[in-house]
């Protein structure tokens, strides 16, 4: 696609429900991170893809939180048994790495409300 | 803490003024990047500072790199009402995905 993808825009879930957030990056981008944003804050590094493989997790807040990418494309990031402090805007972002200085072209997020 | 912090959180000015926005970090960098973002939601990419260079211009937007101080700063030229966003730099340190800032919040008053 033109740009970074990412579904639904809005989720309204209830505490203790599961979640999956997609995203679809930009075709031909080897390499796909997931942030979180709470309000008025900084992003929040989750967990990095290059192809398929994740090779830093360091970012998941807990075992509730879980990421894969299959096809070296789409990703899913999965929240489990969720709370009111996952709260926040999931960003997703993807890049071209071996160009030298990578930017990131970012997805417009999915807005998560757990009540 | 964060790698970067930006300097002010906020800053309102009126259009046609200039303004400029702090960036520090802790550790050494590959490149240091500046993004905007409108509304709460994506981020879009504005220009990218290598460790190397000292100063570099896009259109209206001049960025600064002093690595001996670990900071950089960005200035918004003769500044338009379009510009208000907040404005995060993010590090890239090799190591892992870019650090963001807490952000700057600018608004230009028409």
């Known amino acids: 696609g033109a740009g970074v993808s990412q579904s639904p825009s809005n989720k309204v879930t209830e505490k203790g429900k599961d979640v999956e957030l997609r995203c679809d990056p930009i075709?031909?981008?080897?390499?796909l991170y997931w942030y979180r944003q709470s309000l008025g804050q900084g992003l929040e590094f989750l967990i990095y893809?290059?192809?398929?493989?994740?090779?830093?997790k360091s970012g998941l807040p807990s075992d509730r939180f879980s990421a894969e990418r299959t096809g070296g494309s789409v990703s899913t990031l999965t929240i489990q048994r969720t709370q009111q402090e996952d709260s926040a805007v999931y960003l997703c972002?993807?890049?071209?790495?071996?160009?030298?200085?990578?930017?990131?072209?970012f997805g417009s997020g999915t807005q998560l409300s757990v009540l | 803490s964060q790698q970067g912090e930006e300097d002010p959180q906020a800053l309102s000015i009126q259009e046609g003024e200039n303004a400029t926005m702090n960036c520090s970090y802790k550790?050494?960098?590959?490149?240091l990047q500046w993004y905007r973002q409108n509304s709460g939601r994506g981020l879009v990419h504005l220009i990218l500072?290598?460790?190397?260079?000292r100063e570099k211009h896009s259109g209206r937007l001049r960025v600064t790199l002093d690595t001996s101080k670990k900071s950089s700063s960005l200035l918004i030229t003769a500044s338009r009402a379009a510009d208000t966003a907040s404005y995060f730099c993010?590090?890239?340190?090799?190591?892992?995905?870019?650090?963001f800032g807490s952000g700057t919040r600018l608004q230009v008053q028409p």
């Open positions: 500072i290598r460790s190397n260079e």
């Open positions: 075709s031909g981008h080897t390499a």
């Open positions: 893809f290059q192809g398929n493989s994740a090779p830093d």
């Open positions: 993010a590090t890239d340190t090799g190591r892992r995905a870019l650090t």
């Open positions: 550790t050494s960098i590959n490149n």
């Open positions: 972002a993807s890049s071209f790495p071996g160009q030298g200085d990578e930017k990131l072209f």
